[in-house]
């Protein structure tokens, strides 16, 4: 299991757009992810008093961006790509949202590796709320590209 600490060593992005939380099982071949959702997030910060609760749904691009930092957790841990290149979201498929998550709800995310080769992988996978999926990708693309040079 990786806590929120060591996640955010292996994620390139920062925050506030780091989207996970912890990982709960990891094989070479799929991960399982979390993202705690909270009312305090940036998404929210607008909104005024008196919005409903279904304003409060928690947006289809970040959960998709969620489950992309899941999978980029996969290929970093099972090291799917040399150490000096980084994998860029480049394509989903078959995506398909059945619910709305809410603050206070738990997102998770269960990654699995369909493919991969030295320059490109594939991704397949759903998200779930307490039992209930919420989100189904059907694949999704990620190439290897060159990292920064550093400094």
């Known amino acids: 299991m990786l806590d929120h600490a060591r996640i955010r060593g292996l994620l390139r992005q920062r925050p506030p757009m780091i989207l996970l939380d912890t990982v709960g099982e990891f094989s070479p071949t799929s991960l399982t992810a979390t993202k705690a959702?909270?009312?305090?997030?940036?998404?929210?910060q607008n909104l005024p008093d008196n919005t409903?609760?279904?304003?409060?749904a928690y947006p289809q691009a970040l959960m998709v961006e969620s489950f992309g930092q899941a999978c980029s957790l996969l290929w970093t841990l099972a090291g799917l790509g040399p150490a000096d290149r980084i994998p860029l979201l480049v394509a989903v498929n078959g995506l398909a949202f059945h619910a709305s998550p809410l603050p206070g709800d738990v997102l998770e995310h269960q990654v699995r590796l369909v493919h991969h080769s030295s320059t490109a992988c594939e991704f397949t996978g759903r998200s779930h709320v307490k039992g209930t999926t919420v989100l189904?990708?059907?694949?999704?693309?990620?190439?290897?590209?060159?990292?920064p040079s550093p400094t």
């Open 37 to 44: 959702i909270t009312g305090s997030e940036h998404c929210y």
């Open 52 to 56: 409903p609760l279904a304003g409060f």
């Open 136 to 147: 189904d990708i059907g694949s999704l693309l990620v190439a290897s590209l060159p990292g």
